[in-house]
């Protein structure tokens, strides 16, 4: 007896293989009529990826966004526990990222007290801006940056934050000369390059200075640092640190 042949074979020559979604970097657009800023960079696990967010709606006060992306395929990434923070409660975010990749990604999100989703374009910053490929170098960051501390409604528009440099090289100190909000950093405070990514993880403890009030006293805030070069011979630092629920600081200075 002759042998079967089995069902036939479905021609497969169109089916697109989808491809993994990519995401790293600083990116830059508009949210509303608002300057957005966010930094998307690799954790342990490589289908996730952490995304900061910074949106600047007055020179007082900032939007801060926080939370992680899984990247799916074909340019789509769903947010895990985004939290934007205006310093009142953090609120949730839901929505979605379509279109993105290493040059650019759209966001669609609903942003409390909004009803309806934000949607915006996001445009990578690529070299000689940005290098998102490159390692950080405490050569980015040495040195003292003076300007915009925000805390909430808490805002000082010249504080002097300090990096210095360390016998490791992967870790600056990170210092406050002079006080600010009735606080000093601790000296445990530190910015550390990452091992993936163009950005320094940082840690901020906070003092009482004597005779103040530190509202953050005791506290220790967690998140992000990130320099690139608006123009060739500038540099801005942004720095994001955050509690476990999302609430925290922003810093912008330009040097």
Same mark, same amino acid.
Request: glycine share 10%; net charge negative.
């Given at each position: 007896g002759g042998g079967g042949g089995g069902a036939p +074979?479905? $021609?497969?020559e169109n089916i697109a293989i989808p491809v993994p =979604? %990519?995401? +790293? $970097?600083?990116y830059s657009g508009v949210i509303g009529s608002d300057d957005f800023v966010s930094l998307v960079v690799p954790t342990a696990d490589p289908a996730t990826v952490n995304w900061y967010g910074l949106t600047f709606v007055s020179s007082h006060t900032v939007v801060i966004y &926080? $939370? +992680? !992306?899984s990247l799916g395929t074909d340019g789509l990434a769903s947010p895990i526990g985004l939290k934007a923070f205006s310093g009142i409660a953090p609120v949730s975010m839901s929505g979605s990222i379509t279109a993105a990749s290493p040059n650019s990604y759209i966001g669609s999100l609903n942003i409390p007290p909004s009803v309806n989703n934000v949607v915006f374009t996001a445009v990578a910053k690529t070299p000689p801006v940005f290098n998102a490929s490159? =390692?950080?170098s405490s050569e980015d960051t040495d040195g003292d940056w003076t300007g915009a501390w925000i805390d909430g409604s808490n805002f000082s528009g010249a504080v002097l934050l300090r990096? &210095?440099?360390t016998t490791t090289f992967v870790q600056q100190k990170l210092s406050t000369p002079y006080v600010f909000l009735g606080c000093i950093l601790n000296i445990t405070s530190s910015a550390t390059s990452a091992s993936k990514g163009n950005f320094f993880m940082v840690s901020l403890k906070f003092d009482q200075a004597p005779l103040s009030t530190c509202a953050r006293v005791g506290q220790t !805030? &967690? $998140?992000?640092?990130?320099?690139y070069h /608006? =123009? /060739? &011979? =500038?540099?801005?630092? %942004?720095l994001i640190a955050l509690d476990s629920e999302g609430r925290g600081i922003s810093f912008?200075?330009?040097r």
């Open positions: +074979q479905a $021609g497969n =979604t %990519e995401m +790293q $970097g600083v &926080s $939370g +992680q !992306l490159q =390692t950080a990096f &210095s440099s !805030l &967690s $998140g992000v640092a990130f320099v /608006p =123009t /060739p &011979s =500038t540099s801005r630092l %942004e912008r200075a330009d």
